[in-house]
């Protein structure tokens, strides 16, 4: 695999469920994000690692929590998420932090 | 990060160059001009980047004016592959923080 893959692709879960994204890249970088996007609404940064230290996490609700257990993998753990929840959740990674970032295909969840 | 400005929409016809303009004209010094571009209900792409020089890939060349305030994204044979957002975005590398803010972009059509 080349590139930054993500799993699943497509998620669908309650309200109640608790479920995991997965993100890895094969890119050798240092620094990873995610990013969630709406419908009809530009990307908003949601968390960036550098060397598996979270560097940056806007304001994001407790429902998500990410994970970083080294340089290639990240994780966005899901629970008690809401409606408006539901978007494409994008991981990225970058050489360094703040350099031009490669993204994944995404996993487009819905919350029921 | 400097404001840019884009066209909304345009047309290309499949094996032609296809030119799409950003306007930056407060740009400073130190700040570099990114491309990417998103095809729809996908991940986003980088393309390519430069600071005052022109440059080319694989993808892309780009070509920046002398006085930075303007750049110009060239596909040189475009393909119905093609066919997406493309958002230009000026930073300044790690300084400008971590997020990407990718705007409305230019929706690039290529027909037959």
């Known amino acids: 695999e080349t590139g930054v893959t993500q799993t699943p692709r497509h998620l669908v879960m309650g309200m109640t469920n608790k479920k995991s994204l997965k993100c890895e890249q094969h890119?050798?970088?240092?620094?990873m994000y995610w990013y969630k996007q709406s419908a009809k609404k530009p990307l908003e940064l949601m968390f960036v690692?550098?060397?598996?230290?979270?560097?940056e996490n806007n304001s994001v609700p407790s429902r998500f929590s990410p994970e970083c257990p080294n340089s290639s993998h990240l994780f966005l753990h899901l629970h008690t998420l809401q409606p408006e929840d539901s978007a494409l959740y994008l991981c990225?990674?970058?050489?360094?932090?703040?350099?031009?970032?490669?993204f994944g295909p995404g996993t487009r969840l819905t919350v029921t | 990060d400097a404001k840019t400005t884009q066209p909304p929409s345009m047309d290309c016809a499949e094996g032609r160059a296809a030119n799409l303009p950003c306007n930056h004209s407060?740009?400073?010094?130190?700040?570099?001009v990114y491309w990417y571009r998103q095809i729809h209900s996908q991940g986003p792409q980088y393309i390519i980047h430069?600071?005052?020089n022109n440059e080319t890939n694989e993808m892309a060349s780009l070509i920046i004016t002398e006085d930075r305030k303007s750049s110009t994204l060239i596909l040189p044979h475009a393909t119905l592959r093609d066919t997406a957002v493309y958002y230009c975005?000026?930073?300044?590398?790690?300084?400008?923080?971590?997020?990407?803010?990718f705007g409305k972009g230019t929706s690039l059509l290529v027909t037959p």
């Open positions: 430069g600071l005052k």
């Open positions: 990225a990674s970058s050489q360094e932090p703040g350099q031009e970032q490669y």
């Open positions: 690692y550098s060397l598996e230290e979270r560097v």
């Open positions: 407060t740009i400073s010094g130190n700040e570099y």
């Open positions: 975005i000026v930073r300044g590398g790690r300084i400008s923080g971590y997020a990407l803010n």
């Open positions: 890119l050798g970088h240092n620094a």
